[in-house]
């Protein structure tokens, strides 16, 4: 009999656990992003046409990608790329917009560069730099540019479409095809087919 006891006591014990634990994980800010970018990398690249504000400009689909995040920075630009991409959005994912790290780190644009700071007692460079990054929107269509207009800081937002290469007269604009890079060439180029404020 002590035996059953001590037996039922355990599946208790663990019955509450798992409860407590499912319960953490619904009332957890930004639990969807939990999930990390995705990524189908095309070959042979298919070329495109984009009308851009100063003309026709050839863009080459490197891969389909669809990533979630929460905004921590946009920055509108009026420089020579900005006659196909505008807005610069710096995007966090996975466990870097849990609290006990979110807390530590600092955000800023300039120059289509991203930059943080952080407090290094409690998050290590290479952790925020495997979980962000500043991504450069070329939107498909006037309202995908419209959605983009609308994207506040501390939204969560996902973004379909694909990291692109744009081919402008004096030189080609890469894409990174990874997310663990830093410096220059680091950021993502997307070619914004949907865009959407998660609930």
């Given at each position: 009999?002590?035996?059953?006891?001590?037996?039922?006591?355990?599946?208790?014990?663990?019955?509450?656990?798992?409860?407590?634990?499912?319960?953490?994980?619904?009332?957890?800010?930004y639990?969807?992003?939990?999930?990390?970018p995705?990524q189908?990398?095309?070959?042979?690249?298919?070329?495109?046409?984009?009308?851009?504000?100063?003309?026709?400009?050839?863009?080459?689909?490197?891969?389909?990608?669809?990533?979630?995040?929460?905004?921590?920075?946009?920055?509108?630009?009026?420089?020579?790329?900005?006659?196909?991409?505008?807005?610069?959005?710096?995007?966090?994912?996975?466990?870097?917009?849990?609290?006990?790290?979110?807390?530590?780190?600092?955000?800023?644009?300039?120059?289509?560069?991203?930059?943080y700071?952080?407090?290094?007692?409690?998050?290590?460079?290479?952790f925020?730099?495997?979980?962000?990054?500043?991504?450069?929107?070329?939107?498909?269509?006037?309202?995908?540019?419209?959605?983009?207009?609308?994207?506040?800081?501390?939204?969560?937002?996902?973004?379909?479409?694909?990291?692109?290469?744009?081919?402008?007269d004096?030189?080609?604009?890469?894409?990174?095809?990874?997310?663990?890079?830093?410096?220059?060439?680091?950021?993502?180029?997307?070619?914004?087919?949907?865009?959407?404020?998660?609930?």
């Amino acid at each position: 009999m002590n035996q059953l006891i001590r037996f039922l006591s355990m599946v208790l014990v663990a019955v509450l656990i798992f409860l407590g634990m499912s319960m953490v994980g619904e009332n957890t800010p930004y639990q969807g992003s939990i999930l990390t970018p995705e990524q189908n990398n095309l070959y042979p690249l298919e070329r495109i046409t984009y009308a851009g504000e100063e003309g026709d400009v050839e863009i080459s689909l490197k891969a389909e990608y669809d990533i979630r995040g929460v905004v921590k920075g946009k920055k509108k630009y009026s420089d020579y790329p900005s006659q196909v991409s505008q807005y610069d959005l710096i995007l966090a994912w996975g466990d870097l917009n849990k609290e006990e790290y979110d807390q530590y780190v600092d955000y800023s644009q300039s120059g289509r560069w991203y930059y943080y700071t952080y407090d290094q007692e409690f998050v290590e460079e290479g952790f925020i730099a495997r979980n962000s990054a500043n991504v450069h929107l070329i939107a498909e269509n006037d309202e995908v540019r419209r959605a983009i207009r609308k994207i506040r800081k501390n939204d969560y937002i996902r973004i379909k479409g694909h990291l692109v290469d744009v081919h402008f007269d004096n030189g080609a604009w890469e894409s990174s095809m990874t997310r663990g890079d830093t410096g220059n060439g680091a950021c993502e180029i997307i070619l914004v087919e949907e865009i959407d404020i998660v609930d």
